[in-house]
């Protein structure tokens, strides 16, 4: 009788959570990253607050989100090209002196008295500039760091594990902070924990990139890679309802201030344990991704995860009370980061590896690079509407486009079934377990 191996590769399994950490290279990263993560997200809640309690406008912190990352959605697929070029750690030095820098200028302005408006958003486009660089080039730097290429998905997993730590820690310290001694010196603490993740990246001992020759242009390689993008069910449908998701969901998050201060009527910590909320959900997210010994499986993980997201928004935009707002926002987490990590690692499995890098650059245009679109819409919208009914409209968005999701998952498994199989996934994958 032939073995069920389907059964034996699904599921979950604590001895796999770590198995990344084999790797040297990676173990630094890990640490010096996860130390900058929190300095990072202390700076994302104090410019939310600082933002709010300068202007007292819905719409400027949209417009601050939309600067803050409207250059990733212009600069980084030319950004991922450019990192198969050159020596990708130290590009990786350079970006993350250049966001220290930005860091150590806004701590000054708040901390002497001199901050306006208008400072925020030039140095929130600065640092989208830099953002655009840095982000596909560490993507494309964790294949360089994990020895063991089996490692990855692990690694993936790993860095939302990371991710989400910090946003569980760097909200509730920051929440702390600006209540005590004021958004500055939130600032000035993501300026120096840069330095970890630099000092990190200078210990690693990686072998000199080979680059080799490019013949074909830059034009012909984007037409080249949107063409095998869009004939592709797995890939275009994931990234199509990723862009949904970062478009329509994910600016809930410039939106919390309003909710902390207008309606659960609370200050910076109450919008530190919000966001600290979100992050505990993520976190457990991350740690069944990173348990899991396969890919399979994860198809109707990211339909059920998006779909608990949008449930999420909605259930939180009719809040009024503190606690259930927590437990929302814990819920609403653990969808988030289960269906963007789970679209990730499926992504990585799967493509090609001649155009790994272009695909990618796409999730990161439909990430990162299409959420200043949102935010910059959430912010406009919630001036007219509401902050509650903009949190709805998103969610409910978000639940159309798992729903749809759902609709193509026939043609999805079609496609990833053969993959699965070549790969050694499996021996044999029955139509309903992708």
């Not at 007292?56 to 990352?69: P, R």
Request: glycine residues 10%; proline residues 4%.
């Amino acid at each position: 009788m032939k073995p069920n191996t389907t059964k034996s590769r699904k599921g979950t399994n604590l001895k796999f959570i770590g198995r990344a950490f084999r790797s040297r290279n990676y173990r630094l990263f890990f640490v010096g990253q996860g130390v900058s993560l929190v300095g990072t997200w202390m700076q994302q809640i104090a410019m939310g607050w600082l933002v709010y309690r300068l202007t007292n406008s819905a719409f400027l912190l949209g417009l601050i989100g939309f600067a803050g990352q409207v250059s990733v959605f212009v600069l980084t697929s030319f950004a991922g090209v450019f990192a198969d070029r050159v020596h990708r750690r130290n590009l990786l030095v350079i970006t993350q002196a250049l966001s220290a820098f930005q860091a150590f200028l806004l701590a000054f302005l708040v901390l002497s008295g001199y901050v306006q408006v208008w400072h925020l958003i030039l140095l929130s486009l600065f640092l989208g500039s830099v953002n655009a660089v840095d982000m596909p080039t560490r993507q494309s730097f964790v294949i360089e760091m994990v020895e063991h290429k089996e490692d990855l998905g692990n690694a993936i997993a790993l860095n939302s594990f990371m991710f989400n730590s910090a946003r569980l820690v760097g909200p509730s310290i920051a929440g702390l902070v600006v209540g005590l001694v004021g958004e500055g010196f939130c600032f000035l603490i993501n300026a120096i924990s840069f330095f970890a993740i630099i000092i990190t990246l200078l210990a690693m001992k990686i072998p000199k990139q080979k680059t080799g020759v490019h013949s074909a242009s830059l034009f012909h390689g984007l037409k080249e890679g949107y063409r095998y993008a869009s004939s592709f069910p797995p890939i275009l449908y994931i990234l199509l309802l990723m862009a949904l998701i970062n478009l329509m969901g994910m600016p809930y998050i410039i939106l919390m201030p309003v909710f902390a201060r207008d309606i659960l009527h609370g200050g910076p910590q109450t919008l530190g344990f919000l966001m600290g909320a979100s992050g505990v959900g993520a976190l457990i997210a991350a740690l069944y991704l990173a348990s899991r010994k396969s890919v399979l499986g994860l198809v109707k993980l990211i339909i059920i995860a998006s779909s608990t997201f949008g449930m999420g928004l909605v259930a939180f935009s009719f809040s009024q009370y503190f606690s259930l707002s927590l437990c929302i926002m814990f819920f609403t987490g653990i969808g988030m980061i289960a269906s963007l990590a789970s679209a990730n690692t499926i992504l990585q499995t799967i493509v090609d590896e001649d155009k790994r890098g272009f695909i990618m650059g796409l999730y990161t245009m439909t990430g990162v690079g299409i959420m200043p679109f949102g935010s910059l819409m959430a912010g406009g919208l919630a001036s007219r509407i509401g902050a509650p009914n903009t949190i709805a409209i998103g969610g409910i968005v978000c639940i159309l486009g798992s729903l749809f999701f759902l609709l193509k998952l026939p043609l999805i498994r079609k496609s990833l079934r053969p993959i699965y199989a070549k790969m050694g996934i499996v021996r044999e994958i029955p139509p309903e377990t992708p």
